[in-house]
């Protein structure tokens, strides 16, 4: 069956300090991987996507996302977090063999940042 | 630029009453439409999906029904709801021509008391 899995339901992290989050597909065809944020009470924004080509996506708000075929993982990194980046973030997979809006997301992953 | 709008951002409806939630994309031409619910502490559930005016899809059985009377406009109604149909509702498009990625609207709370 397709799954996705963010192991990290919430995560504390320090502002300055790097964040790393986390998240795993099982699909049976070529995956499309996205990320997205969620602000309390707000829609969510794209972040990054991945479809083909460099395995190291780059995004907004200085996110970047790695593409690991191997491990089918497509974690979330930044390497400095703001206090703007307490939200809480979700992981989505899509196939070619699906109707591109028919994600399917993880439970996501809320980030509190601490001063 | 394509936008999308969806509204009301909040509502508060008692048991058995009904439900209609809008939603209107600018700025394309047939497009994807989707309605996603986020229960709390929960993920999102694809509701419909539409890929044309009167092409609904339902993804799960429920008490919620969709519909599209034009290109750009989505509507997620009920006619009686239940307590548990609670929840934010999120409307979404994709450019249907090339797929690519989906953009989500501001949400819709929705409690049922």
């Known amino acids: 069956a397709q799954s996705v899995t963010q192991p990290d339901i919430h995560i504390t992290v320090s502002e300055g300090a790097s964040l790393e989050l986390r998240c795993n597909y099982s699909?049976?065809?070529?995956?499309?991987l996205f990320w997205y944020v969620q602000s309390p009470g707000q829609g969510l924004q794209l972040l990054l996507k991945y479809f083909s080509g460099d395995t190291l996506v780059q995004g907004i708000k200085g996110f970047e996302a790695e593409f690991k075929r191997s491990q089918s993982s497509f974690n979330l990194r930044k390497p400095s977090v703001h206090w703007s980046d307490a939200a809480e973030y979700f992981c989505?997979?899509?196939?070619?063999?699906?109707?591109?809006?028919?994600?399917?997301f993880g439970a996501g992953t809320q980030v509190v940042v601490t001063p | 630029s394509q936008t999308i709008h969806q509204w009301p951002a909040t509502l508060v409806q008692p048991v058995g009453s009904p439900l209609s939630l809008e939603c209107t994309v600018e700025g394309t031409s047939n497009p994807n439409l989707y309605w996603y619910r986020q229960a709390a502490g929960r993920g999102l559930q694809l509701l419909f999906y539409s890929v044309g005016i009167g092409q609904i899809s339902s993804e799960v059985p429920q008490n919620l029904s969709a519909s599209r009377p034009q290109d750009r406009q989505f509507i997620l109604s009920s006619k009686k709801l239940l307590l548990s149909d609670s929840g934010f509702y999120l409307c979404?498009?994709?450019?249907?021509?090339?797929?690519?990625?989906?953009?989500f609207g501001e949400g819709s709370w929705l409690t049922v008391v």
């Open positions: 699909y049976g065809a070529t995956p499309y």
């Open positions: 989505a997979v899509g196939t070619q063999t699906d109707s591109w809006g028919k994600l399917q």
């Open positions: 979404a498009w994709s450019n249907g021509i090339s797929g690519n990625t989906i953009y």
